[in-house]
């Protein structure tokens, strides 16, 4: 249990904190992946040239401060976190690690105004922070339906848009998993574990990728995007796997994440709409909430809204097709962008049906624009659900 004086000293770093928390994380790290090199794995270094991963944490620290009276409030984002965490094999002997780069960075960026008070109450609040964290992902690694990481067969490969492959893999032997037996949510993601060596990479590299069945009898399916700029590709990993990967090659995975799943208490609501909202590879994890939700109950209206820059990046059209032709009252929108305006709060307001139950996913701006657009709208809070590619935290607003 925090004093009440190392909670207020917490608290009055708030201000501090909203003015200069990014440049404080940038700062943290910088430091941390310069002198332990064998964290590099963990980061996905377009998120961090974006900043969008010191962003996330900034957001994480100032949420903690602004709590710091009841931790509790947490929770939420704990737990989403943690899938992360989990699925990277982030253990308990990472947090002291990120506990003295934090103070450091807090000290070399506030400098004289970083008193030792203040970094005293800090290590401690990180020290309770941390716990907590520890606590939540303790319970995750003994859910996981593997541990560790496992070999897998790329089994099939298929192009399901110019930009996108979807990779099908099925469990070795020596891995000891029936996929029979592997419950799969709609939803989650599975973590490839890598050793690149194009762009001069010397390191393994981890990522996240959504799943785009529920259905394992082919084994597990994720998609993955070529993340290129200027014709050049920039994503370190989505280059490997669509160049370097084919099939009856070797990949490492770890056990299914995340806590992006339709309301099973709605699945059979036929009075409450479903939409499902996505952008480019985005629709990945929507598509199996699709099948989720025509196998649990076809009879549920369903909105199917797809962004694509043009008709060749529009993925898995005929699998939505299909999957739409099963619902009884289904509506497919699509939006290329390449001709047409971009989704708005216009937009949402015609297609989107009152008190229906949503799904987004999407990119980082796709999905800081919807949620502003279905505030503007006041669509239920508690009925809006979103898992954007990169770190949800810097799409938090506390």
Not at 56 to 80: G, R, W, Y
Not at 117 to 125: H, K, M, P, Q, T
Not at 315 to 338: G, I, N, P, R
Request: aromatic share 8%; net charge negative; proline share 5%.
């Amino acid at each position: 249990m925090l004093s009440a004086q190392t909670r207020a000293i917490v608290k009055a770093t708030v201000p501090v904190l909203e003015k200069q928390g990014t440049a404080i994380t940038k700062v943290f790290y910088k430091n941390m992946l310069n002198e332990h090199k064998e964290l590099l794995n963990i980061f996905n270094r377009v998120n961090q040239a974006k900043g969008a991963q010191p962003t996330a944490l900034a957001t994480t620290v100032l949420a903690a401060a602004k709590h710091i009276d009841d931790l509790s409030v947490l929770l939420p984002h704990v737990e989403q976190i943690g899938h992360k965490h989990r699925a990277l094999q982030i253990k308990p002997e990472h947090y002291p690690i990120v506990g003295e780069y934090l103070l450091k960075a807090i000290k070399e960026t506030l400098g004289a105004a970083a008193t030792p008070n203040i970094l005293g109450a800090w290590g401690e609040a990180y020290g309770a922070i941390a716990d907590i964290f520890i606590s939540v992902e303790n319970r995750m690694y003994k859910e996981a339906a593997w541990a560790g990481w496992k070999p897998f067969e790329v089994v099939a490969r298929e192009r399901v848009a110019s930009d996108i492959v979807e990779f099908t893999v099925k469990a070795k032997a020596e891995s000891g998993i029936d996929l029979a037996k592997l419950p799969i949510v709609a939803g989650q993601y599975l973590t490839v574990n890598t050793h690149p060596t194009g762009q001069g990479n010397t390191y393994d590299a981890l990522r996240h990728y959504s799943i785009c069945s529920v259905s394992t009898d082919g084994g597990l399916r994720f998609s993955v995007k070529l993340e290129a700029a200027a014709g050049k590709p920039v994503g370190l990993v989505s280059e490997y796997l669509h160049n370097n990967v084919s099939v009856g090659d070797q990949i490492l995975l770890s056990a299914p994440a995340g806590d992006f799943a339709l309301n099973k208490d709605l699945v059979r609501q036929n009075d409450i709409p479903l939409v499902l909202l996505g952008s480019g590879v985005g629709v990945t994890p929507l598509l199996a909430m699709l099948e989720e939700q025509v196998i649990a109950n076809p009879e549920r209206p369903v909105y199917w809204i797809q962004s694509a820059y043009d008709e060749e990046r529009l993925a898995f059209k005929e699998h939505v097709d299909e999957l739409l032709s099963k619902v009884s009252k289904a509506k497919k929108v699509v939006v290329l962008t390449s001709n047409q305006p971009r989704i708005d709060g216009e937009f949402l307001a015609k297609e989107v049906p009152a008190g229906s139950d949503v799904y987004l996913c999407g990119s980082l701006d796709f999905m800081t624009s919807m949620i502003d657009h279905f505030d503007v709208l006041e669509h239920q809070n508690d009925r809006i659900h979103y898992e954007p590619f990169g770190p949800k935290m810097s799409t938090v607003k506390v």
